[in-house]
């Protein structure tokens, strides 16, 4: 005979396991905690915290100006988030995108350049410029695709390679033929202010830029979530070996997701030169590819948390721009911030994931 | 050692994979353990072997209280565990394997090593050479290291979960033998099935799950019907060896031959008929997988001509060397039994899956008729589960019917490897149901199985394969089980 | 004011700081704020247009731009805000005989020293020290003004070798440039590398024309092996402060000079748009209050060496002008005719090296 043994209380301990094992509990307990890391490394560098967070609240959201100026920043990093998110539903690590926002300035410039002077009308050319920076980003993200597919290159190493090469090309027209008349400085001069897109009076927002960005994750998501194309593209993300046993033509389909990935860094890029600084010069791309991949690995590669996580990623960089006038602190410490970020949340993903391995985890029939 | 699980609980979500499970296992005894797909007793073993913590109840061993929370935990206390799916080997020698998975300080002395495997095996009559690299083993071989290496970990209590599917009838046999030994030898072991009479010949008590519930236990002299009743609350019949024969010709193998590092498969050649099931049978690595991969268009054969007949003339096109997509654009479709790194994609729900089988309709996916398609094959083959159910949260089984409910229809040519492994006979039963009504529609099967039984109830004709080589077809009528198991076996070959 | 490096860089961006400083010392109730770290490597994603703005959030009513970089930011920023007066250190719109004159930037002024003859006198100071006959020349990236600054180092060199220390053999002159102001990892040479190879290939004397201290600290090292090499900084007045036995002396700004003025008649009310090009004050070149750009000596430089280069300075006080003919171009095209003297808009706009000097006149 068995006697039947009381049943566990509910302790907090479980309270504790069930909060960590929620993905949304989870991300919060992330957020607090590396909130709590950068508190301490701001007192160890003996500022007043509070006084930090402040100055880059203000610098983001405090005012109109700021307000404007933080759409301007996010609109090349929703870009290229979301973009990196057809690349990763197809399980690739598209590095590369650094190189592709280059490129797709370089050719809307290049657009830009040949096509400024003709009869052509502003709004005509930066039509062209966008679409050609577009072609630019695209073309380079094929390239890496077919060394994945046809040279068995690992996309990353790839990518890289192409970063290297876009940066060569770039240093190379603005420093040799794209370089201002007399002088070589990093900077090409600036384009004709016609062929400008529109910005909003007083501000550095184009308002053109922001539909492209909301419509361009808007596209995004559709694809991904309501498609076949998107369907497929995660199940070649999953498991290739059985996608290609359902009919799925797998490296058409990477190829594809490095495509439109592309067409996104290349609009990022254009928008740079036509929306924003007017001119192509060295590191136009801003980090804007490398923080798109935390990004998109923050939002777990869903579209709509893509949308939060890059305002909050440029609010942090825009807010950090005062700390080095206001406290003398170097502006990177929102680089580390970000980077805490990263580290607590994909901490917790390993937490959550252990603990609920019984549960989530692989069944053996 | 004595076993003993008091009022296991464990739940999935909404599922209650363990309702209150109490067992004794005597040390020295064999305890069967049946159960219908998803009863739970998979569940129950990986708690017992630290793969999961179960939300409540006590695990006594020699009538102490212990706490397991890892394999690890398991394996120092004395279980071994193997699994219903082969783990992963990674492409490294017998001794290595060993080395790897031993607490043994950094210097492990290999010589000693080597002596105690061969020493072990020496008693079961295994012949594994501890120089071979571990992914070059069977099915089967695999498994016999898997004991060994338990064993030599210092096991006392053995698990076994489905051990037989996927191996041959001599390993099994080996098997048995070894599972008897060791509880001769004061071991307790526990062996998971669905198959009666593999339970009926090797166990000294048996107990049922049903729905996450112990429904009862059984020692010898066994009352089949009682257990099958037990086992799904109602008794079953045999049903009939069903698929009218039709005279016309579907497809035509002609001088097909495979090259392949350890097999050359020459001259096959073979006709197929419309509404035809044919069995390949063969003990594993004798060439029937390979010829099924040829015909699905996944392994390029190195000669010969795949036909399939075109309209009543007998116009016919040779498939061999084209696409696997041309294959399946013909409807020539694949069932692997590699569930999960070739049929299916785990992350992705049942309702993903069936929306990428059925031919596109558009660009956008209508959830709605994607939801309606997912409930029906839901319901059509008895999977439990829903639309969202992610693929690894499914019991194998059901993972084994969602592979089946993947299928398109109508299909010319269904390629299926082992196709209802892991699913009990009421299952497989139905399952086979829902073919034979394809075979009615003009498909026709061919597929291979380990499980002899199945092979010549379910199939119109039976190929037989060994070392490469194909025989005749055999009416499968006229064959019976002794006189397959020689053939495979490679004797009565003329 | 808006600082294209660190504050502390001990070059170019010091220079102009301590300018800011000085200012604010002198003219009662005025406060200096500023924002370095304003270029693209640093902050990618915030142009120096805004920067200005955020320090016109913050109650600035006059902003300085410190560098030639930031010359799409001065524009942007003086076309948007047309009251607020706008300084461009080292720049030209302003410059009505200039090539780069905007007439349109009615508030801005620009802001440049002479330096010419600052490395003039550190072109000097290194030929009257060097005994391998061979000078190196540490160049930024290539432009008008850094072609302009090493051309003038060579013309200053050379006069020195052949008329003062009355050398006959050829002075070897190279310029290696590393691509910006100061290293960046990855992007451009690195100056450390650059210096090592001039000292290990006889260049006894290096002259930096980079905004960072690499060249003295590897003279200081070699030094420390036993060899006698120097180097000459660059911008800042204490340059030389890190290692003084490995350096000449430095060529320098004073910023405060010519900043004074402006700011003070814009509190007055009574600016204007102006292009400044400042030399020294000959009377003495080292007036904190006076003279915009200044030579100090540093304690590698030998006695004899210091006289002999106070005889230059007096001689270019007195009128020598070396931007005199004949003179060629690096490619061999004429520059100036014999007795022809440079206009100051060939002098600004300096289109390559000079005959006789090795390295590169444009960016490969
Ligand atoms: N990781 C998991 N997540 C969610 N549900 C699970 C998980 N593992 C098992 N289950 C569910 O628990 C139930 C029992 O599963 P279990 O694997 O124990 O079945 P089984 O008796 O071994 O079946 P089979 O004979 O098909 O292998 C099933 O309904 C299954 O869907
Ligand atoms: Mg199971």
């Known amino acids: 005979m068995v006697t039947k043994p009381a049943e566990r209380p509910e302790s907090t301990g479980g309270l504790i396991r069930t909060l960590l094992t929620n993905r949304f509990s989870s991300i919060v307990i992330a957020v607090l905690l590396s909130l709590a890391a950068t508190w301490i490394v701001i007192s160890v560098m003996g500022v007043e915290p509070v006084r930090v967070f402040s100055i880059m609240l203000n610098g983001s959201v405090g005012s109109v100006d700021a307000v404007t100026q933080l759409l301007q920043s996010w609109v090349p990093l929703v870009l290229a988030s979301s973009g990196l998110l057809f690349t990763f539903t197809a399980g690739l690590w598209n590095i590369g995108m650094e190189g592709q926002i280059e490129m797709g300035a370089i050719f809307a410039y290049g657009a830009i350049h040949f096509l400024s002077g003709t009869p052509l009308s502003g709004p005509l050319v930066i039509i062209i410029a966008t679409f050609s920076g577009m072609l630019g980003g695209a073309l380079w993200a094929y390239l890496v695709g077919l060394l994945k597919n046809y040279g068995n290159v690992n996309e990353i190493f790839g990518g890289l390679g192409f970063n290297f090469i876009a940066d060569a090309v770039l240093l190379f027209l603005v420093y040799g033929p794209w370089k201002p008349a007399g002088v070589a400085q990093g900077s090409t001069k600036m384009i004709e202010s016609q062929y400008w897109l529109p910005q909003l009076p007083g501000s550095y927002l184009s308002l053109w830029a922001l539909g492209a960005a909301i419509v361009g994750i808007l596209i995004v998501a559709v694809v991904l979530k309501g498609t076949y194309f998107g369907l497929k593209l995660k199940a070649v993300g999953k498991n290739a070996k059985a996608s290609f046993m359902m009919g799925i033509p797998t490296s058409r389909y990477m190829l594809l997701s490095f495509i439109l990935c592309g067409l996104f860094a290349g609009l990022a890029g254009s928008i740079q030169v036509t929306g924003f600084l007017h001119v192509l010069r060295n590191s136009i791309s801003g980090s804007y590819g490398y923080v798109g991949l935390m990004v998109g690995m923050l939002a777990n590669y869903q579209p709509w948390v893509v949308v939060p996580i890059s305002l909050v990623f440029t609010a942090l960089s825009k807010g950090a721009t005062g700390l080095g006038i206001d406290l003398r602190l170097d502006s990177n410490l929102s680089g580390v911030i970000q980077g805490l970020l990263v580290i607590f949340v994909l901490l917790m993903e390993g937490v959550r994931n252990r603990l609920s391995r019984g549960s989530k985890g692989i069944s053996h029939g | 050692m004595d076993v003993e699980l008091i009022n296991i609980h464990k739940r999935f979500g909404k599922v209650h994979a363990n309702n209150g499970i109490s067992l004794t296992v005597k040390s020295g005894t064999v305890q069967g353990i049946l159960g219908e797909n998803g009863a739970g007793k998979s569940t129950l073993m990986k708690i017992l072997s630290g793969f999961i913590q179960a939300d409540s109840g006590d695990i006594l061993l020699d009538g102490k209280k212990v706490t397991i929370h890892s394999p690890a935990d398991s394996v120092k206390l004395g279980i071994g565990m193997l699994h219903q799916d082969p783990q992963d080997f990674p492409p490294m020698k017998v001794v290595d394997n060993l080395i790897i998975g031993s607490p043994m300080g950094l210097f492990p002395d290999r010589k000693k090593i080597i002596r105690e495997f061969e020493e072990l095996q020496k008693q079961f009559n295994f012949s594994i050479s501890p120089e071979t690299y571990v992914d070059t083993l069977t099915v089967g071989e695999r498994q016999q290291l898997e004991i060994l290496r338990l064993l030599w970990l210092g096991a006392e209590v053995l698990i076994l979960d489905e051990p ?245 229809d109508p299909l010319r040519l269904l390629l299926l490897e082992h196709p209802t492994r892991g699913l009990d006979i009421e299952s497989a039963m139905y399952i086979w149901g829902k073919l034979k009504q394809r075979c009615e529609d003009g498909a026709s099967i061919v597929f291979i199985s380990s499980d002899l039984d199945e092979v010549i109830h379910y199939s119109d004709r039976i190929l037989v394969f060994y070392g490469g080589k194909v025989s005749p077809a055999f009416e499968a009528s006229s064959v019976t089980i002794d006189m397959l198991g020689q053939l495979i076996g490679g004797k009565g070959w003329s | 004011m808006l600082l294209v490096g660190p504050y502390n860089d001990n070059g170019w961006s010091t220079a102009t700081y301590e300018g ?29 247009a805004q920067f200005a703005e955020q320090l016109l959030q913050r109650g600035a009513k006059v902003i300085i731009f410190n560098s030639d970089d930031m010359k799409d930011g001065v524009s942007e920023f003086s076309k948007a805000h047309p009251d ?281």
């Not at chain 2, 029906?376 to 084994?400: A, V």
Request: aromatic letters at 10%; proline letters at 3%.
């Open chain 3, 20 to 48: 800011g400083l000085y200012v604010q010392a002198q003219i009662p109730n005025t406060e200096f704020i500023y924002a370095d770290n304003v270029n693209i490597a640093s902050n990618p994603n915030t142009t120096a």
């Open chain 2, 164 to 408: 037989t599917t996927g191996i041959s009838a001599s390993q099994k046999d080996l098997l048995f033998a070894t599972i008897r030994k060791l509880a001769a030898q004061g071991k307790a072991i526990l062996f998971v099935s669905h198959k009666l009479d593999e339970v009926e010949a090797l166990c000294s008590q048996v107990v049922v799950f049903r729905q996450g519930i112990n429904m009862g236990s059984m020692t010898p002299p066994y009352q089949t019907d009682k257990l099958v009743e037990m086992m799904f609350g109602k008794s079953i019949v045999r049903s009939e060896n069903v698929c009218e024969k039709q005279e016309d010709k579907s497809f035509e193998i002609e001088e097909l031959r495979i090259d392949d590092v350890r097999l050359a498969i020459r001259d096959v050649n073979f006709c197929i008929q419309k509404g035809e099931v044919i069995g390949l049978a063969g003990m594993e690595g004798s060439g029937q997988a390979l010829i099924l991969r040829a015909l699905a268009g996944i392994l390029r054969p190195t000669g010969g001509h795949i036909y399939m007949i075109e309209g009543a003339d007998g116009g016919r096109i040779d498939l061999a060397g084209k696409h696997y997509f041309t294959y399946r654009d013909h409807g020539i479709h694949f069932l692997p039994a590699a569930r999960l790194e070739e049929g299916l994609i785990q992350g992705l729900s049942l309702a993903e899956h069936f929306a990428l089988a059925e031919e596109q309709t558009g660009f956008m996916v209508d959830r709605d008729q994607v939801e309606n398609l997912s409930k029906k094959r839901i319901t059509d083959f008895n999977i439990h589960g829903t639309p969202e159910s992610r693929i690894e949260e499914l019991s194998g089984g059901n993972q084994q019917r969602a592979e089946l409910a993947l299928m398109r």
């Open chain 3, 84 to 364: 607020v007066p706008v300084i461009w250190l080292s720049g030209d719109y302003a410059w009505k005989d200039g090539q780069r004159y905007q007439a349109d930037l009615t508030n801005e002024s620009d802001i440049m020293g002479e330096m010419e003859y600052g490395k003039m006198m550190a072109g000097c100071a290194a030929a009257l020290t060097t005994k391998t006959g061979k000078i190196g020349f540490l160049g930024p990236l290539i432009n008008d003004e850094t072609r302009r600054l090493a051309d003038a180092a060579f013309l200053g060199a050379k006069y020195c070798w052949e008329n003062i220390a009355e050398q006959t053999t050829p002075l070897e002159f190279k310029v290696t440039w590393i691509g910006m102001w100061f290293n960046i990892p990855g992007v451009t040479l690195d100056p450390t590398q650059v210096a090592d190879d001039f000292y290990t290939n006889g260049y006894d004397v290096v002259i930096s024309g980079i905004d960072s201290t690499e060249a003295v600290v590897e003279a200081n090292k070699f030094q420390g092996q036993g060899k006698e090499v120097y180097a000459v900084q660059y911008d800042y007045k204490d340059a030389c402060k890190v290692a003084p036995k490995a350096c000449l002396g430095v060529p320098y700004f004073n910023w405060g000079v010519a900043l004074k003025p402006m700011i003070q008649s814009i509190i007055d009310g009574t600016y204007t748009r102006q292009f400044v090009w400042q030399g020294p004050d000959w009377k003495d070149i080292n007036n904190a209050d006076t003279s915009m750009v200044g030579f100090q000596k540093s304690d590698g430089l030998s006695a004899d060496a210091s006289t002999k280069l106070d005889q230059f300075i007096s001689e270019l006080a007195g009128g020598l002008n070396l931007w005199t003919g004949p003179m060629n171009y690096q490619d061999g095209t004429v520059f100036l005719k014999e007795g022809e003297t440079a206009t100051p808009q060939q002098i600004w706009y300096m289109p390559q090296l000079l005959e006789g000097m090795l390295g590169d006149s444009v960016a490969k």
